[in-house]
C-alpha cells in the first residue's frame, strides 16, 4: 500500500478515481477538488483552493440526496424526508462517506494542517467531500454524481434508520435532560475560523454547567447538532 505522500500525485489520484467508477479527464479539476486552503498557504505555485467546489457540491448534494429520498420513499411525508435528508448531509455523515473511499489520504494539506490530524477531522473531510461531488457535477453532470451517490445513500439510509436517529439530535437531547429532571442544555460557541464564505464553528453543550458534547460544522446551528449528538452517544441514548 502507498503512503499517503506517495498518493499525492496527479496520477495516483487519477487511479483511485477510475477504481471508484467516477474517471476524470479533466485532472486539473480533480486536483482542486483535493487542495485545501492550508496547502495554497505553503505552495504558491498551486492555483485555487477547494472551497468553491465545496460550495457548489453542497448544493448539488441536497437536490440529488432530495430527490434520491422521494423516489425512493414514495409514501415518506415530507417532514420525514426533511429530517432524513439533514441526517444524510450532515459533517459527521458526509465525513463518514469520505473515510469509507479513503478521500483523506488524497487531500492536498499544508504540513501544519497534516501533522496536527487534519486528515481525521470531520469538517475538513466533510468538505473535502463535497467539493469532489462539485467536480463530478462539472465534470459529468447530475447523473454520474446519482449513481456515484447511490450505494452510499442506501447504506447510510440503512443504517439511520434502524437506529432511528432522523430526528433532530438537539430535540433528543433536550428531551433526555428533562426526563432526567436536570436544566435545559446550553449551547455555547468555542470559536471559529476561515473565511467569511467558508467558516468552521466549534460548539459545545453543557448541562449545569459541564461540557456533555462537542461539535464542528459549517456554521453554528450544524455544529451545535454535532455537539447534542455527541453528547447521545457518550450517553449511550
Not at 485532472?27 to 465545496?54: C, G, K, P, V
Not at 466549534?202 to 455527541?230: C, F, I, P, T, W
Request: hydrophobic share 40%; aromatic share 8%.
Amino acid at each position: 500500500m502507498e503512503d499517503t505522500q506517495g498518493r499525492q500525485s496527479p496520477a495516483a489520484r487519477q487511479k483511485w478515481a477510475e477504481r471508484l467508477g467516477i474517471p476524470f479527464n479533466n485532472l486539473s479539476l480533480l486536483t482542486r477538488a483535493f487542495t485545501h486552503r492550508s496547502y495554497i498557504n505553503e505552495h504558491h505555485e498551486a492555483i485555487e483552493d477547494n472551497e468553491r467546489l465545496e460550495f457548489l457540491g453542497d448544493a448539488v448534494l441536497d437536490f440529488i440526496v432530495g430527490a434520491w429520498l422521494y423516489n425512493r420513499f414514495p409514501e415518506m411525508a415530507e417532514g420525514e424526508m426533511t429530517r432524513m435528508r439533514s441526517a444524510l448531509v450532515r459533517t459527521e455523515q458526509l465525513a463518514e462517506f469520505a473515510n469509507k473511499i479513503d478521500l483523506g489520504d488524497f487531500i492536498l494539506l499544508g504540513h501544519g494542517e497534516d501533522v496536527h490530524g487534519g486528515r481525521e477531522r470531520l469538517a475538513l473531510l466533510c468538505a473535502g467531500f463535497e467539493a469532489l461531488i462539485g467536480a463530478l457535477y462539472l465534470e459529468q453532470d447530475i447523473p454520474a454524481v446519482s449513481e456515484f451517490m447511490r450505494p452510499l445513500l442506501n447504506d447510510a439510509t440503512e443504517k439511520i434508520l434502524a437506529r432511528g436517529r432522523t430526528r433532530d439530535p438537539k430535540s433528543l437531547f433536550q428531551e433526555w435532560i428533562q426526563s432526567q429532571g436536570m436544566s435545559t442544555p446550553v449551547y455555547r460557541t468555542v470559536s471559529e475560523s476561515g473565511p467569511d464564505h467558508a467558516k468552521s464553528f466549534s460548539v459545545e453543550v453543557l448541562v449545569d454547567g459541564v461540557v456533555y458534547g462537542h461539535g464542528e460544522g459549517h456554521n453554528k446551528r450544524e455544529a451545535a447538532k454535532m455537539a447534542a449528538q455527541k453528547a447521545l452517544e457518550r450517553l449511550n441514548v
